[in-house]
T-cell receptor, first 114, second 114 residues
Framework: AQSVAQPEDQVNVAEGNPLTVKCTYSVSGNPYLFWYVQYPNRGLQFLLKYITGDNLVKGSYGFEAEFNKSQTSFHLKKPSALVSDSALYFCAVRETGSARQLTFGSGTQLTVLP | DAGVIQSPRHEVTEMGQEVTLRCKPISGHDYLFWYRQTMMRGLELLIYFNNNVPIDDSGMPEDRFSAKMPNASFSTLKIQPSEPRDSAVYFC????????????FGQGTRLTVV
């Protein structure tokens, strides 16, 4: 079975400070991992993905995520948060070679305070 | 490309009525997904198609829900009869070559069944 957990429903950070949105996953084999962002009244937008290779993945809008196999984590990070980063963030996982669909986390609401 | 296009953006209907949601995927994409988003259950995959063929409909909640993809540029999700618990935001997404590539989401249809 595959699953993904986002342990924080809400993350608040001051503008200019670094931000981290946490994600842990569970798969039997190797994972494909994704981060998406959702702005109000919009669909999800792709930020970045880990398929294989470098553990540090860089994505859109200055975001990056680090794949940590030993901790089964894929935390989303940004060195300096912007007010415009305030949105709902989803982590998603799929086990490689599996016929199963992508499993999304419950989402983390990020609020960047001016 | 204009992205994934969904219509209508908002739909309010009375319980018992038939509702049809529409989706036009990105040209050239061979996978199409229908998701439902609610506060209680988060983002759920309802069904997905590959090359217009339904592959997995195990997420469809019950027989009142049906989906079709008559050609590569059009899909529908139908609910008949609709119930208040069907109220949600329904997203369509498409991708090229499946699960290790990112999906592109439409803006969603907000369905309210009264």
């Amino acid at each position: 079975a595959q699953s993904v957990a986002q342990p924080e429903d809400q993350v608040n950070v001051a503008e200019g400070n670094p931000l981290t949105v946490k994600c842990t996953y569970s798969v039997s084999g190797n994972p494909y991992l994704f981060w998406y962002v959702q702005y109000p009244n919009r669909g999800l937008q792709f930020l970045l993905k880990y398929i294989t290779g470098d553990n540090l993945v860089k994505g859109s809008y200055g975001f990056e995520a680090e794949f940590n196999k030993s901790q089964t984590s894929f935390h989303l990070k940004k060195p300096s948060a912007l007010v415009s980063d305030s949105a709902l963030y989803f982590c998603a996982v799929r086990e490689t070679g599996s016929a199963r669909q992508l499993t999304f986390g419950s989402g983390t609401q990020l609020t960047v305070l001016p | 490309d204009a992205g994934v296009i969904q219509s209508p953006r908002h739909e309010v209907t009375e319980m018992g009525q038939e509702v049809t949601l529409r989706c036009k995927p990105i040209s050239g994409h061979d996978y199409l997904f229908w998701y439902r988003q609610t506060m209680m259950r988060g983002l759920e995959l309802l069904i997905y198609f590959n090359n217009n063929v339904p592959i997995d409909d195990s997420g469809m909640p019950e027989d009142r829900f049906s989906a079709k993809m008559p050609n590569a540029s059009f899909s529908t999700l139908k609910i008949q009869p609709s119930e208040p618990r069907d109220s949600a935001v329904y997203f369509c997404a498409s991708s090229f070559r499946g699960w290790n590539t990112e999906a592109f989401f439409g803006q969603g249809t907000r369905l309210t069944v009264v």
